[in-house]
C-alpha cells in the first residue's frame, strides 16, 4: 500500500539528517520514496551550477554501476527540463518526449513513465528526485505532492550532506580544496585562520570534531564517564526505590544498561581510533543510536531516542568534568557556532580574534554590528549549507565581502587570497592616511562622520581612524550585562566615563532601547512577534520611573560638558514624542533643583518606524535634530526580520522605497533648518554614501571599521557628481541596478575594493 503519512515524511527527512555521510543520505533517501510510493525506480541527480550538470548519485532500480558516471548538461534530457523549469515534469510515456536523453549505461529502457522534482533553497538549484514506471501512466496529484513536500522539507537537509561530502571527501581523497560555501556577508575583510568551534557543554549536537591527542587517554576518559553514569544511574535508582512503583524503577535500570552496553561503548571507541577526540565520536555514536530508534513505526520506541540523547548529555557532562585543559586559541582564531552572540566572542582573547562564522544571522544582527566595530569579516546565515562542526582545526578562508568561506583551501587559493590580504593592508594604510583630514567633498560639501558605540568598553579604536563624537551610544548594553536594572547613580558613572573619554566631542547617547532581539533576561515579556511589540519608546513610556532616572543620570553625567545630546528611539507618533518630552523636562527641572549646573540638552528622534516619516515635518518642529535609524527602518519598510538570514539577500538599503524614504526625512529637515544624521550599518556601505552625500546629510554615525571607508569616499567624489548618480537612481526600479551604477563610480574612482575584490 502506498503510504502519504507525515510520519513517512519525517523517517525520511531524518534518515538523510543523521546519515555519516553524503553517499549512505542520498541512498536513504531513494530507498524511502522507492519503498513508500511503490515506483519502479527512484533516483537522486546533484545539481552543479558550476558546470552546469545534473550527475546521477543514487538510485534504487536503475544500474547501480551508473552512479557518478551519468553527468547531464542542464540544456539535455528530462531531468535538465525540470531544472530548467524549476517545476515538476509528470509524463506518461518519457521515451517520446522531444527532451527524452538515452543514456544505455542506465538501464533505463523498460521505464515509460517520469516524474522530476526539482530540490531548491532559497532560489539556489540543488537536485533533481526522479521516479520512473514501467507502465505508461501520468503520476497522480498524491504523488506529485508527496515528492514537492519531501523536496522542500529535504533542501537544506541535503545542502548540509553535500557540504559533509565535499568536508570529508578532501581528508579521504586530497582533493584540491574542501569546498566553497555562501552564507551572508556580515562585515567586510579577508582573513586566512584556523577554525575553532564555539559549543556549549549541555549541548551535545554542538560539539565539534576534533582529532584525539591520545587515542589510549580518550579511551580511558570515555571509560570512565561511562562507568560514573552507570554508577549514577543505579545509585539515583535505589535511593529512589521505595517511592516509585517497581514498573518506574526499572527506568534507572535501563539507563544503566544503555550508557554501559558494550555496542554504544565499541561503537564510540572506534570512532576514537579512527582519529576522533571523545566528545566528537561520542556525539556521532548517540545521534546513529537514536536515528535507529526514530526509523521506528511504533510512537514509543520513537520517543526512546530522547532517552539515548539524555544518556549522552550525562556522559558528555562527565567526559567535560574531566577536561582540564585550557583551550589554546590560534593566532588568527576563525571563531565558528551555530548561533553565536556577542557574549561568545569573550572567550577568545581579543588579539587573537581573526574572523567572525555564525550558522545564523545576517549583516544588520548585533553580531555583525559587533564585527564591524571590531574590524575583523564575519560571515553568517551558513545554517542548513555546511555541518559547522566539522570546521574546528580547519584551515579557512573567510572572504566578508561576497560573504563566502573556503574549507581547506588549494594553495592556488592561499595564493590568490593571500594577494587580496596584501591589497587590503595597502588600503588600510591609504586609509589611515585620512585620520586627521575633515569629510568633505571635492566641491566643499562638509559631512561630519561620528561613530556608534555602546557594544564596546574601549574607544582607542574609533580614536585612531578619527571619530569626531558618538552618533549613537547604545544605553542598553550595561542593562542587559546584568541581573537587574542599574541605578540612578551606576548609570551617571557610565555616562560619565564615556562622556570624558571623548570630551570635548559631541555625544548623543539614546535612551533606553529594548525589545524585540534586545531582551532583559529580568525584565522580559514574552511576545508573538516582539519586532512589532513592546519595544524602545513604548517601554519606557509605560515605565516612567525608567526614563526619569535615566535622564537624570545622563543630565547628572554632563556637568561641565555643554555637549550632551538626547535620542528618542522608536517614536511612531507624537503622542510618544510629547510624553518623552515632558518626561525630559521634569527630569532636568529636578537635576538643577538639586543643585546641578547644566544646560538643557538637544532632543532628538530616531526616525525608524514608518509612520514617523509620513510625521516627519510634526516630528522636525518639535526636536532639535533627526537621527535616521537605517536597520530598524529598512525592516519595516521593506517587511523583512533583519535578524533572519533566510531573507537577508532582500534587506537593501539601495531599494527604490528607502531611499524615497530617506529623501522625505533629509528634505523635511532642511526645510526646517534641523540637522540630520543617518545611522546603522547602511551608513557605512560606500555605494549607499554615494546617494546620502547627493542628499547632503548633515552626518554619518558609524562603526569604527567603516568609517575610514566612507570617509575616503566622500574626499573622493564631488557632490555635484554624486547629484548627477541620484539623479539618474530616482529613475531606477530595482536595487540591483542602482547598486550597480553606484559600484561602478566607484571603480571608476578607482574605490571598488572598498565593496569587494577590486585590484
Known amino acids: 500500500m502506498v503510504s502519504y503519512s507525515l510520519n513517512t515524511i519525517h523517517k525520511i527527512v531524518h534518515s538523510i539528517d543523521k546519515s555519516p555521510d553524503l553517499s549512505h543520505a542520498l541512498n536513504n533517501l531513494v530507498s524511502g520514496i522507492h519503498k513508500a510510493l511503490g515506483v519502479d525506480v527512484c533516483s537522486i541527480y546533484l545539481s552543479d551550477t558550476i558546470t552546469r550538470t545534473n550527475i546521477l548519485m543514487a538510485t534504487q532500480g536503475l544500474n547501480p554501476d551508473a552512479v557518478g558516471k551519468v553527468v547531464l548538461p542542464f540544456e539535455e534530457g528530462l531531468v535538465g527540463l525540470v531544472t530548467e523549469l524549476s517545476e515538476p515534469v509528470n509524463i506518461s510515456n518519457a521515451p517520446a518526449h522531444p527532451r527524452f536523453k538515452y543514456v544505455p549505461e542506465a538501464g533505463e529502457d523498460p521505464f515509460k513513465s517520469f516524474l522530476g522534482v526539482p530540490v531548491t533553497r532559497q532560489g539556489e538549484q540543488l537536485a533533481v528526485l526522479v521516479v520512473q514506471q514501467t507502465t505508461s501512466r501520468r503520476f497522480g496529484e498524491q504523488e506529485i505532492a508527496f515528492l514537492t513536500t519531501l523536496a522542500a522539507l529535504l533542501a537544506g537537509n541535503i545542502a548540509i550532506a553535500r557540504a559533509r561530502g565535499l568536508i570529508d571527501d578532501y581528508f579521504s581523497t586530497e582533493t584540491s580544496g574542501g569546498g566553497v560555501f555562501t552564507g551572508v556577508a556580515g562585515a567586510p575583510g579577508i582573513i586566512i585562520g584556523k577554525g575553532v568551534v564555539h559549543y556549549h557543554n549541555n549541548q551535545i549536537a554542538e560539539v565539534p570534531d576534533r582529532p584525539a591527542a591520545s587515542i589510549p587517554e580518550e579511551e580511558e576518559r570515555l571509560r570512565a564517564a561511562i562507568e560514573a553514569v552507570v554508577s549514577e544511574s543505579k545509585t539515583v535508582g535505589e535511593q529512589l526505590g521505595g517511592t516509585l512503583p517497581a514498573t518506574d524503577q526499572l527506568v534507572f535500570n535501563a539507563y544503566a544498561l544503555i550508557a554501559g552496553s558494550d555496542q554504544l561503548v565499541n561503537e564510540t571507541i572506534e570512532r576514537i581510533r579512527a582519529g576522533n577526540w571523545a566528545p566528537g565520536a561520542l556525539r556521532d555514536t548517540i545521534e546513529s543510536f537514536a536515528a535507529r ?165 574601549g574607544h582607542s579604536h574609533a580614536f585612531d581612524v578619527g571619530t569626531e563624537g558618538i552618533g549613537l551610544y547604545r544605553s542598553e548594553v550595561p542593562f542587559m550585562n546584568r541581573d537587574s536594572f542599574p541605578g540612578e547613580e551606576e548609570q551617571r558613572q557610565i555616562y560619565r566615563q564615556v562622556i570624558e573619554a571623548y570630551m570635548p566631542k559631541p555625544v548623543t547617547l539614546r535612551t533606553l532601547d529594548v525589545g524585540g532581539d534586545k531582551v532583559l533576561p529580568y525584565f522580559h515579556r514574552k511576545e508573538p512577534n516582539p519586532f512589532l511589540g513592546w519595544r524602545g519608546i513604548r517601554v519606557v513610556l509605560d515605565h516612567p520611573e525608567m526614563l526619569l532616572t535615566q535622564v537624570r543620570a545622563m543630565l547628572r553625567a554632563s556637568e561641565g560638558y555643554d555637549k550632551l545630546k538626547i535620542l528618542l528611539p522608536m517614536i511612531s507618533n507624537i503622542d510618544e514624542l510629547e510624553r518623552a518630552m515632558t518626561l525630559i523636562r521634569r527630569a532636568y527641572d529636578h537635576v538643577v533643583s538639586d543643585g546641578y549646573t547644566i544646560r538643557f540638552p538637544e ?157
Open 293 to 457: 530508534f526514530e526509523s521506528l513505526d511504533e510512537p514509543y520506541m520513537r520517543e526512546r531516542a530522547n532517552d539515548i540523547r539524555s544518556i549522552g548529555q550525562r556522559i558528555l557532562g562527565y567526559l567535560f568534568t574531566e577536561e582540564h585543559k585550557e583551550y589554546a586559541y590560534p593566532e588568527k582564531t576563525v571563531l565558528i557556532g551555530e548561533n553565536l552572540s556577542p557574549l561568545d566572542l569573550g572567550s577568545v582573547p581579543l588579539e587573537k580574534l581573526a574572523a567572525i562564522v555564525s550558522g545564523h544571522g545576517s549583516a544588520y544582527a548585533h553580531l555583525a554590528i559587533l564585527a564591524h566595530a571590531l574590524n575583523i569579516p564575519a560571515v553568517l546565515g551558513l545554517a542548513g549549507r555546511v555541518p559547522l562542526n566539522r570546521l574546528d582545526g580547519m584551515t579557512l578562508i573567510v572572504d566578508g565581502y561576497k560573504g563566502q568561506i573556503l574549507v581547506s583551501p588549494s594553495q592556488e587559493e592561499l595564493s590568490e587570497y593571500q594577494g587580496l590580504i596584501q591589497g587590503e593592508a595597502q588600503l588600510a594604510r591609504g586609509m589611515a592616511a585620512l585620520k586627521d583630514l575633515p569629510a568633505v567633498t571635492t566641491d566643499g560639501v562638509r559631512i561630519h562622520l561620528y561613530t556608534n558605540t555602546g557594544l564596546l568598553t
Open 603 to 759: 532632543i532628538g528622534a530616531m526616525i525608524e518606524v514608518p509612520s514617523a516619516v509620513y510625521l516627519i515635518d510634526s516630528i522636525t518642529r518639535r526636536v532639535d535634530f533627526l537621527s535616521i535609524g537605517t536597520n530598524d527602518l529598512i525592516q519595516y519598510l521593506l517587511a523583512i526580520d533583519r535578524n533572519n538570514e533566510h531573507v537577508a539577500k532582500l534587506f537593501d538599503p539601495l531599494h527604490p522605497p528607502v531611499l524615497e524614504a530617506l529623501r522625505l526625512i533629509v528634505d523635511a529637515a532642511h526645510r526646517h533648518a534641523k540637522p540630520v544624521s543617518v545611522c546603522g550599518e547602511a551608513a557605512g556601505d560606500p555605494a549607499l554614501t554615494i546617494l546620502l552625500i547627493a542628499m547632503r546629510v548633515d552626518s554619518l554615525s558609524v562603526s569604527a571599521g567603516d568609517l575610514p571607508r566612507v570617509k575616503w569616499v566622500i574626499r573622493t567624489l564631488s557632490w555635484t557628481r554624486a547629484n548627477e548618480l541620484w539623479q539618474q537612481a530616482r529613475t531606477m526600479e530595482h536595487a540591483s541596478e542602482i547598486r550597480q551604477l553606484m559600484e561602478q563610480e566607484l571603480a571608476q574612482q578607482g574605490l571598488s575594493r572598498l565593496v569587494g575584490h577590486g585590484k
